[in-house]
């Protein structure tokens, strides 16, 4: 079975400096899906990211970037120029290719930007 | 627009009671999901669907129960046999597994159950 571990539960960042958040994976799978999901304090759940593990190229969307090592199962999010809308609980989560495939996430780690 | 809708945003029940949480897509989606959200424990798989009268449990079923008669809905009974229901629950919806790309989950807004 798949499990996503994300081990820290809170960090902090000063606005406008660059925080780096944890995720590592178990898999069996050679091809799946991870993502990162932002949920804001109105609980709306928003997709910050995607990883296709086939491709080699580490994703980017805007400020946000992944450091994605396929061998090490590791799944981390960057987030450059820290803004206050930053703030949000963040979960990372995996897909496998099968067609029952389900989606999993971690725990969840509460991100907070400092004015 | 297209877009996962849940409801109702909160729901209050009466221990003993079953009640049942709507979740509707018109996103085209093959997937469906619901999931529980509780304080320190993320989300945690209560049920999923690949298709149409076709479901599988998630990691914490016991006490829920679910359809998927049609495409587009995906309702979860919270059943008096689940012990301690008072939680966040959310639904979402997905392409299969297996389409690329674009296999993210789009979420709905969320109901918050309280037993009373």
């Not at chain 1, 989560?93 to 996430?105: D, I, Y």
């Not at chain 2, 809708?5 to 509707?24: H, I, M």
């Not at chain 2, 209560?46 to 679910?66: H, L, P």
Request: charged letters at 20%; hydrophobic letters at 30%.
């Amino acid at each position: 079975a798949q499990t996503v571990t994300q081990s820290q539960p809170e960090m902090s960042v000063q606005e406008a400096e660059t925080v780096t958040l944890s995720c590592t994976y178990d898999t069996s799978e050679n091809n799946y899906y991870l993502f990162w999901y932002k949920q804001p304090p109105s609980r709306q759940m928003i997709l910050v990211i995607r990883q296709e593990a086939y491709k080699q190229q580490n994703a980017t969307e805007n400020r946000f970037s992944v450091n994605f090592q396929k061998a090490a199962k590791s799944f981390s999010l960057k987030i450059s120029d820290s803004q206050l809308g930053d703030t949000a609980m963040y979960f990372c989560a995996f897909m496998g290719p099968g067609a029952n495939s389900k989606l999993t996430f971690g725990k969840g780690i509460t991100l907070s930007v400092r004015p | 627009d297209g877009g996962i809708t849940q409801s109702p945003k909160y729901l209050f029940r009466k221990e003993g009671q079953n009640v049942t949480l709507s979740c509707e897509q018109n996103l085209n989606h093959d997937a469906m999901y619901w999931y529980r959200q509780d304080p320190g424990q993320g989300l945690r798989l209560i049920y999923y669907s690949q298709i149409v009268n076709d479901f599988q449990k998630g990691d914490i079923a016991e006490g829920y129960s679910v359809s998927r008669e049609k495409k587009e809905s995906f309702p979860l009974t919270v059943t008096s046999a689940q012990k301690n229901p008072t939680a966040f629950y959310l639904c979402a919806s997905s392409r299969a597994p297996g389409h690329l790309p674009n296999t993210e989950a789009f979420f709905g807004q969320g109901t918050r159950l309280t037993v009373v």
